[in-house]
């Protein structure tokens, strides 16, 4: 596979979980109802402002060259705990397939970020 053909899919896997949160992100910061009735429910409501503005800055880091790394850490430590909740709740884990995509994504950008020897 070309250079150009895995920056692409890099990218496209990147795009889809970051246009997801980046809408969640604009929903928790406008008040809208579904999203404060969820979070109030599950005892997060004093939360709500402070997750919009982390989910926004994580994608941010993400998208920037030299921070991606940090924009990488923060979303799946971020979704991983999203992933906890939904499992306490009784949701499908939704959060894992976004997790999924930010991994293969960053794996494809840039394989020694998983380089382990």
């Given at each position: 596979?070309?250079?150009?053909?895995k920056?692409?899919?890099s990218?496209?896997?990147?795009?889809?979980?970051s246009?997801?949160?980046?809408?969640?992100?604009v929903?928790k910061?406008?008040?809208a109802p579904q999203?404060v009735?969820?979070?109030?429910?599950?005892?997060?409501?004093a939360?709500?402002?402070?997750?919009g503005t982390i989910?926004?800055?994580?994608?941010a880091?993400?998208f920037?060259p030299k921070?991606y790394k940090?924009?990488?850490?923060?979303?799946c430590?971020y979704?991983g705990?999203?992933?906890?909740?939904?499992?306490a709740?009784?949701?499908?884990?939704l959060?894992?397939?976004?997790i999924?995509?930010?991994w293969?994504?960053?794996?494809?950008?840039?394989?020694?970020?998983?380089w382990l020897?």
């Amino acid at each position: 596979m070309s250079t150009k053909v895995k920056n692409i899919i890099s990218y496209v896997l990147l795009a889809l979980p970051s246009i997801m949160i980046v809408m969640s992100a604009v929903m928790k910061l406008s008040g809208a109802p579904q999203i404060v009735e969820g979070l109030t429910k599950g005892g997060l409501g004093a939360y709500i402002k402070l997750f919009g503005t982390i989910e926004l800055v994580s994608v941010a880091l993400l998208f920037y060259p030299k921070t991606y790394k940090i924009g990488f850490y923060l979303l799946c430590s971020y979704l991983g705990g999203a992933m906890s909740i939904e499992l306490a709740g009784g949701q499908p884990p939704l959060s894992a397939v976004f997790i999924t995509f930010l991994w293969i994504g960053v794996y494809l950008k840039d394989k020694a970020n998983f380089w382990l020897g």
